[in-house]
């Protein structure tokens, strides 16, 4: 089945440099996809999320863009902060049947360095 | 608000012994899902609930049971425990199929 997908399984970035963190998605029915934040030992956290007919979404400090030619999501951290520091996971609603769920990418680690 | 409470946050099992995990949500949320998390994974869905008294299957239900007598818990069972069962479970809710709330999950070890 098509799942989502992420570029790169970690990620290390300056504090106080911007972040960029990019998943791959191949269902072109999916309509809506959210970044989730996972810090180590807690449950994931909703950072921010798009429908399909955007391109573009901000945040406190995140943006979410959707280029849905070449299926691909990122999400920008603008100022990276020790805090940042966990694994993003970005999620899309598989429309299939009845049924609506969140598919989930295996995530990316991203450490901030001082 | 407490939002999503999972008990218990640790626990081995022996294999073959069952047990629940519980989940309650204080939010009114009709959607409750529970998912396992292996290692260096994402999340997948074992079973969901769209509200009382209805559940469905996810992408791993097997080895699994769900109920959902009441809005604000949805209970996982584990019957006879395998050690594939050895995982990270969380337990969330939402009031629609989109925004998520999570609890802060239950480190299972099946031995």
């Known amino acids: 089945g098509e799942s989502v997908g992420l570029h790169l399984p970690t990620l290390s970035v300056q504090e106080g440099d911007n972040s960029i963190i990019n998943c791959a998605y191949s269902?072109?029915?999916?309509?809506?996809f959210i970044w989730y934040k996972q810090e180590s030992g807690k449950g994931p956290q909703f950072i921010i999320d798009?429908?399909?007919?955007?391109d573009k979404r901000q945040g406190q400090r995140v943006t979410v863009l959707l280029n849905k030619t070449v299926k691909h999501l990122s999400l920008q951290i603008a100022a990276t902060q020790p805090g940042d520091s966990a694994v993003y996971f970005c999620?899309?609603?598989?429309?299939?049947?009845?049924?609506?769920?969140?598919?989930f990418g295996s995530g990316t680690q991203l450490t901030v360095l001082p | 608000n407490a939002g999503v409470t999972q008990t218990p946050k640790f626990r081995i099992l022996k294999i073959g012994q069952s047990m629940t995990l519980q989940c309650a949500q204080d939010?009114?949320?009709?959607?409750m899902y529970w998912y396992r998390q292996d290692p260096g994974m994402g999340l997948k869905l074992i079973y969901y609930?769209?509200?009382?008294?209805?559940?469905d299957k996810g992408e791993v239900p097997n080895g699994y049971n769900v109920s959902r007598s009441t809005t604000e818990d949805f209970p996982l069972r584990l019957e006879l425990a395998a050690p594939s069962q050895t995982s990270v479970y969380f337990c969330?809710?939402?009031?629609?199929?989109?925004?998520?709330?999570f609890g802060s999950g239950t480190q299972l070890s099946v031995l």
């Open positions: 269902n072109s029915a999916s309509d809506y």
């Open positions: 999620a899309e609603i598989l429309s299939s049947g009845s049924a609506r769920q969140l598919t």
């Open positions: 798009i429908r399909s007919n955007m």
């Open positions: 609930s769209v509200g009382a008294g209805i559940t």
């Open positions: 939010m009114n949320h009709n959607y």
């Open positions: 969330a809710s939402s009031y629609g199929y989109e925004k998520l709330f």
